[in-house]
C-alpha cells in the first residue's frame, strides 16, 4: 500500500470513527492524530531534497 493509499484509507477511518462516536472522542482525536502524522511524513519527505543541497 502506498503512502497515499494509507491515508485515504486513515482518512475513511476517521470519518466513520467521528460518526460512530463523536468528534471529540478518544477514538476519533487518535485517528485524527495517526492521520496527521502520515500526511506529514509525506510533506517531509516531499521537502527533503529541496533542502538537501542547500549549506
Known sequence: MTLNQH???KRK???H???SFGF???ETLRCS???DDL???VQH???TP???NQK
Do not use: C, G, M, V
Open 50 to 52: 529541496l533542502f538537501a
Open 45 to 47: 519527505s516531499l521537502s
Open 13 to 15: 477511518e476517521l470519518l
Open 39 to 41: 500526511i506529514i511524513n
Open 7 to 9: 491515508i485515504e484509507e
Open 17 to 19: 470513527t467521528a460518526k
Open 33 to 35: 492524530k495517526e492521520l
Open 24 to 26: 471529540q472522542s478518544r
